[in-house]
């Protein structure tokens, strides 16, 4: 007795020792659709071409000839009691009426017609309203508004304007460089002793001194020094004064930190050197 094309189907699969998930996986068909062809039942398929697809698919996985796979569906279809057609199952939706339904729907239909109405008439007041405003106000806020624009222009502009400063009651001075370190010295409070500091945009060199501060550094390093006098930005000279001069030398104390903080730079002419009897100790040579 010949083998039905569901039992042609599982033997090539048990003698490959393939499982029926490992097919679902390959295939992309539903475990339950291969047990149904297995059985040689389609009437939970989808029927027509989909159950084509599906033979067509499952036969090649296993190795069964795919044309013959198909003439074995299309004779089993012909001659299996129960499965009428090979096309496609379709349903045809019903629709079902109640002329109750009609008769309901009135009571909210009017009162619909009554929302819409009131809503209608609301909108033809509120038009009417606006159109007759006296347009006199508005001019008249307009006034103040720009009057109010004016104020705020010029309080800006105030604002804008720098207060000169006219007394100092404190110094603080910090110093630090925008690339690499700059090695430098300095005099506190007229000693006559340099004392050597290294400083970086990390690690600046922060005093308070109660009369002045000198400094000093080669001229090498001018434009990278970044010099701040009580919080304000600082313009520090770039080259010596006289030019001829290896070091950048400068002083700020009690008499000229007035000027500096209004000019933010410091004076050419307060530009100075060191003492003849100043000790300096550790001053690396020029580069």
Do not use: C
Not at 173 to 181: A, L, N, Q, R
Not at 266 to 273: A, K, L, M, R, Y
Request: aromatic fraction near 6%.
């Amino acid at each position: 007795m010949s083998l039905t094309l569901g039992e042609k189907l599982r033997q090539a699969r048990e003698e490959r020792g393939i499982s029926i998930s490992e097919v679902a996986e390959q295939t992309r068909i539903s475990p339950h659709y291969i047990d149904s062809i297995e059985n040689d039942d389609y009437r939970t398929l989808p029927g027509g071409i989909f159950n084509k697809g599906f033979v067509k698919s499952y036969a090649k996985y296993v190795g069964i000839d795919e044309q013959e796979a198909l003439q074995d569906y299309s004779s089993l279809i012909a001659n299996q009691s129960g499965v009428s057609s090979d096309e496609p199952k379709t349903y045809k939706p019903e629709v079902l009426t109640d002329d109750r339904a009609t008769s309901s729907m009135i009571p909210t239909i009017i009162f619909a017609v009554i929302i819409l109405g009131l809503m209608s008439w609301g909108l033809l007041k509120l038009v009417d309203y606006i159109q007759n405003q006296p347009s006199q106000p508005a001019a008249n806020t307009n006034t103040a508004s720009n009057t109010n624009t004016v104020n705020t222009n010029t309080n800006t502009a105030n604002a804008n304007v720098p207060t000169a400063v006219t007394e100092v009651n404190e110094i603080k001075i910090e110093i630090k460089t925008s690339g690499e370190p700059v090695p430098l010295y300095y005099w506190l409070d007229g000693s006559g002793t340099s004392i050597n500091k290294t400083v970086t945009s990390g690690d600046p060199l922060v005093l308070n001194p109660k009369q002045g501060l000198r400094l000093s550094y080669y001229k090498s390093f001018g434009s990278l020094v970044q010099l701040t006098v009580n919080g304000k930005q600082i313009t520090a000279p770039s080259a010596p004064i006289p030019p001829k001069k290896n070091a950048i030398e400068y002083e700020i104390n009690k008499d000229n930190v007035v000027q500096i903080l209004n000019s933010g730079q410091i004076p050419t002419g307060e530009t100075v050197t060191s003492p003849a009897n100043a000790t300096t100790t550790n001053r690396p040579a020029p580069r």
